[in-house]
């Protein structure tokens, strides 16, 4: 049988750098990817389920793809990402046509499961011996596997770390992805001067919190260092930074960002919410003057700034008072750019 692949991949850029280990993974494998599902032998859907509507889309997509079944050449049909990991007995009961659940611990699992799949198809076993979950810890190793960047070569995105320790009251990050955990300093470097080689002209940090980037590793945050040795590298010439949580910015940050001219001047720093009372009942660990000062502060020392940030409205007992006071700020402080998500 041929091993021909197509994968569809949802959520935020985390979650394409896992699609990306996964593709190259297979092709090293001996896969082949096409851009038509009709024509694919298996086809994996990584999914995002961190709002209702992320997994409506993500249910959607693996319904879509199933269809292949009939209409292609479809024999194996793979989710993975966050909503399998959330939902894994679920999708095989809602939706029978899947043929194997991974897991976010178990994105190395990739090959072994679809290899699996085309043999049982080959043999005529396919189904005879159950469906396939791979759950891996979520807690463990980061998975370091090498990458197919599908972003344009000019750009792409490096993740420093995976998982969170915030907690905030509305997330489930930390149940799907698992305690935070920093990627050693050595390993990333490498990677960048990697994408470095291959065209990248700008690396986009990101990681659900860049900001705590070192804390479990070396005890200390050390973002502000691996940012001068990424500024170092010859053909970065800009870097962006995603996902940085407001009250670990400090002094030291913000003089690395002032002094790095490599380093845009476009911060995303997700807020959520300025009402004390709101950001209380959310877990973040700030105040509605925290934030403030720290807006004024960010353009004094960063002329030209660019703020982009995230808010939840609707957050249960909110009040109409409570969300007045959110829009009166938001067009007093003038974020550029903000993606506001009701609350889910």
């Given at each position: 049988m041929d091993k021909k692949l197509h994968m569809v991949s949802l959520g935020c850029a985390?979650?394409?750098?896992?699609?990306?280990?996964?593709?190259?993974?297979?092709?090293?494998?001996?896969?082949?990817?096409?851009?038509?599902?009709?024509?694919?032998?298996i086809i994996i859907v990584n999914t995002c389920a961190f709002i209702e509507q992320a997994k409506s889309e993500a249910i959607e997509n693996i319904l879509e793809m199933a269809e292949y079944k009939n209409s292609g050449a479809l024999v194996g049909l793979v989710v993975t990402g966050c909503l399998a990991q959330r939902y894994a007995d679920q999708l095989f009961e809602e939706m029978p046509e899947i043929d194997?659940?991974?897991?976010?611990?178990?994105?190395?699992?990739?090959?072994?499961?679809?290899?699996?799949?085309?043999?049982?198809?080959?043999?005529g076993k396919l189904g005879e011996t159950g469906k396939t979950v791979r759950m891996?810890?979520?807690?463990?190793?980061?998975?370091?596997?090498?990458?197919?960047?599908?972003?344009?070569e000019y750009t792409a995105y490096l993740k420093i770390a995976d998982g969170c320790d915030n907690h905030c009251a509305y997330c489930i990050i930390p149940q799907l992805r698992g305690k935070y955990r920093s990627r050693e300093m050595g390993l990333i470097l490498e990677e960048a001067k990697t994408l470095a080689s291959q065209g990248a002209k700008e690396i986009i940090v990101i990681a659900q919190d860049i900001s705590a980037y070192g804390l479990d590793l070396y005890g200390k945050r050390c973002l502000p260092e691996l940012l001068h040795k990424i500024c170092a590298i010859d053909g970065v010439e800009w870097v962006r930074l995603h996902y940085l949580y407001p009250d670990e910015i400090d002094d030291e940050l913000i003089e690395t960002l002032a002094s790095e001219p490599k380093i845009l001047h476009y911060l995303d720093i997700p807020i959520q919410h300025v009402s004390d009372r709101i950001l209380k009942a959310m877990n973040r660990r700030y105040t509605r003057t925290d934030i403030e000062n720290l807006v004024r502060t960010l353009r004094k020392k960063l002329p030209g700034l660019v703020l982009r940030t995230s808010l939840i409205v609707g957050l249960p007992g909110e009040t109409d008072e409570e969300f007045a006071e959110l829009c009166d700020f938001m067009q007093r402080m003038k974020f550029q750019k903000a993606g506001v998500f009701t609350y889910s």
């Open positions: 985390k979650n394409l750098i896992n699609a990306e280990q996964m593709l190259a993974a297979l092709l090293e494998a001996g896969y082949s990817y096409c851009e038509e599902p009709e024509e694919a032998d194997a659940v991974l897991g976010v611990g178990s994105y190395d699992e990739i090959v072994e499961v679809c290899d699996k799949i085309l043999a049982d198809a080959d043999a891996g810890d979520i807690n463990g190793p980061l998975c370091e596997l090498p990458r197919l960047v599908t972003t344009p």
